[in-house]
């Protein structure tokens, strides 16, 4: 009989590459906020898989880019500061483009910090290009990343999921389970609800409003065999930001909310009653006291050394 594995794999890529979208397939079940526009993601989350020979431990990142505020650098710094403390690195790409300067940057962190950790790259949205052509897209990553397993993946189709999970499992060491079988992620309730609102709100506004968006859990309150109260405030830098969100009439807000409430419910197993308000909080994005009482704690390198 085959020993048990089990480990850390940190999933890395630029923004909107599908990391989310990927271990929510991989899981069965979704646990990690996904939209069409890039950085949907801002916090690291573990995705736990667990199976009859091994447990792979996801670790879900923000999308690794050029920062242009203070919460940028907060995304960099989350997604690359556990490089050296993982047993793999799934370095996720988009087949469908060619490589760019955040994956250039990625590469370059990846030397810097987990030289002697393992890589795999993973091809993803193989499914967007005729398979005779797969080959010459990955030329240019292999070249950017050479020496590394390369997976074809398609994480909405299902294309190379099974090679995946078998590939990270033999890199992944000799060890009992690292979390008890029954656990899927490591953020509570009421973390992943702000971030099914935050999607929900992704999926509706403009391109003016994503980024400037941020949502904090007011109330969070059990009423056992009715569900579950969640009060919570969305944050916009603008008062414009603010109309497009509320919209005529609060229909914007509500489209939003009935879109979260589903999604919440989905997630808990349970009814849930949604209240959401929404406040202006000019620059928020680079002030680093907002950013510490949203959650997004912006350490110095004297700290994290």
């Known amino acids: ?5 089990s480990g850390f794999v940190a999933v890395l890529g630029r923004p909107n590459v ?3 979208t990927l271990i929510n397939a991989l899981l069965g079940q979704k646990i990690a906020p996904v939209s069409p ?11 736990i898989l667990t199976l009859p020979q091994a447990q792979i431990v996801f670790m879900d990142t923000p999308g690794i880019h050029l920062p242009r505020h203070k919460l940028g650098e907060f995304l960099n710094q989350e997604a690359t500061e556990i490089l050296g403390e993982v047993d793999v690195l ?6 469908s483009l060619p490589p760019g300067e955040e994956e250039r940057l990625i590469v370059q962190r990846i030397r810097e910090d987990a030289p002697t950790t393992g890589v795999i790259l993973g091809l993803n949205k193989c499914d967007l290009l005729p398979q005779g052509e797969w080959e010459s897209q990955a030329a240019p990553y292999r070249v950017l990343i050479p020496h590394q397993k390369a997976i074809f993946l398609s994480a909405t189709r299902g294309d190379g999921r099974e090679e995946l999970i078998q590939t990270l499992i033999q890199a992944l060491p000799i060890q009992e389970a690292l979390y008890p079988e029954d656990q899927v992620t490591d953020l509570y309730e009421r973390e992943i609800a702000a971030e099914l609102i935050r999607e929900a709100a992704l999926l509706h506004l403009r391109d003016e409003v994503p980024h400037a968006l941020a949502v904090r859990i007011d109330e969070y309150i059990e009423r056992n065999e009715h569900g579950a109260y969640i009060r919570a405030t969305l944050f916009v830098e603008r008062e414009s930001q603010k109309g497009i969100l509320i919209g005529q009439g609060g229909s914007m807000l509500k489209r939003v909310g009935s879109d979260a409430r589903r ?3 989905a997630m808990s197993g349970r009814k849930v009653f949604l209240e959401l308000r929404v406040k202006t ?3 928020w994005r680079n002030r680093i006291d907002v950013l510490h ?5 912006i350490q110095s390198k004297k700290e994290r050394s």
Do not use: C, H, W
């Open 1 to 5: 009989m085959a020993e048990y594995r």
């Open 18 to 20: 599908g990391k989310s």
């Open 37 to 47: 526009r890039p950085q949907t993601t801002r916090r690291r989350q573990l995705g």
């Open 90 to 95: 799934l370095f996720l790409v988009d087949l």
């Open 263 to 265: 999604e919440i419910e």
């Open 281 to 283: 909080l000019p620059n």
């Open 293 to 297: 009482r949203l959650g997004y704690r």
